[in-house]
């Protein structure tokens, strides 16, 4: 399913705004870690093992700052019996609690990242089919973190510390303010809303075909919706799978919809990200009340991996106000992808 546009004369109808506090994200994978830190500079470290074949979990997160402290969550569908082997050796100590998942969190979790993160597989028993979860790649992530939040050499460090006092660690850039929504327009009535998404379907043709378009404009599930007293944002479902759709939407006058828009934005991701631009958007629905328009995209059915953005119309573009991502499917829960951007929630001072 496309996601970056092919049709070069298409206009940018709306862009992202980057608060200037704000850090960039950051998302690298290394060996079966995949790493995400957001723009406060708050990290996840997600193991995505062999797809569902190890059974053990493991997320390691820790937010930016001199006082921050890890939180190292475990999880698995059996129970964890409080014991740990790494590469077939029994962990010297009780470290975690009896149950089905376990959290250990400051020193706890430090202690256990020291013990295992030069190791290649940790398990929940001495044997092969014990449920398990592969630190190949564990020690790069770990770095990675250090040198995003300034802790390389302080006695923060999850892998190079020091002797460096935590005070040196840069604090964390601030949470942006949420977007100011702009204020919500008069709905249109079913005849008017009816009336535009046949215009822009019949103006947009060309462009639609260019895209590969194929649901059929009988069977579509489109949607034209007030933006403000003179625009509408019009979706025009284009794809189908089995489990989800993806529109393609428009930013149109009321008076003119022959002079529909493409609404094209743009994520805070790597350059070489092929999601960075988007042009379709997956389970995309606008509400007017909130000014919100949402998409979410599955990379499979199982929702262990794909991406998640919310932005806000102002009243001139829609700014990002949250987005989660996850471009490696694997042993995650449904929809447990790395936060990347952050923001206040609405009237939060």
Known sequence: MPVASRAAALLLACAAAAPAAAAEPVYRSFGDWVVGCDNTRRCELLNLGSDTAWGLDLTLALDAGPDAAPELALATEDVLEGRLWLDGVLLPQDTIAPGPAAVLRGDAALHLVDAIRDGSRLATGPGPEAPAASLAGLSAALLLVDEVQGRLGTR???????????????AAPPLPPAPRAAAAAPPLDESEAGGLVAAVREASATDLEAEGCFV??????????????????????????????????????????????????????????????????????????????????????????????????????????????????????????????????????
């Open 156 to 170: 923060t460090a999850l892998l190079r510390r020091g002797t460096a006092p935590a005070a040196q660690v840069p």
């Open 216 to 349: 059929d404009a009988g069977e579509a599930w489109d949607q034209a919706v007030a933006l403000d007293a003179d625009g509408v944002l019009v979706l025009l479902e284009c794809w189908r799978g089995a489990y989800q759709g993806s529109s393609v939407i428009y930013r149109v006058p009321r008076a003119a919809p022959d002079a529909a828009r493409r609404v094209v934005l743009e994520l805070p991701l790597p350059a070489t990200t092929a999601d960075r631009r988007v042009d379709a958007f997956t389970s995309a629905g606008y509400d007017p009340a909130t000014a919100t328009l949402s998409h979410v995209a599955r990379g499979r059915g199982l929702a262990d991996c794909g991406i998640a953005a919310h932005w806000i119309f102002d009243g001139d573009a829609f700014r990002l106000a949250s987005l989660a991502y996850l471009d490696r499917c694997g042993r995650v829960e449904p929809g447990a992808w790395p936060v990347l951007w952050r923001t206040q929630a609405p009237g939060a001072e």
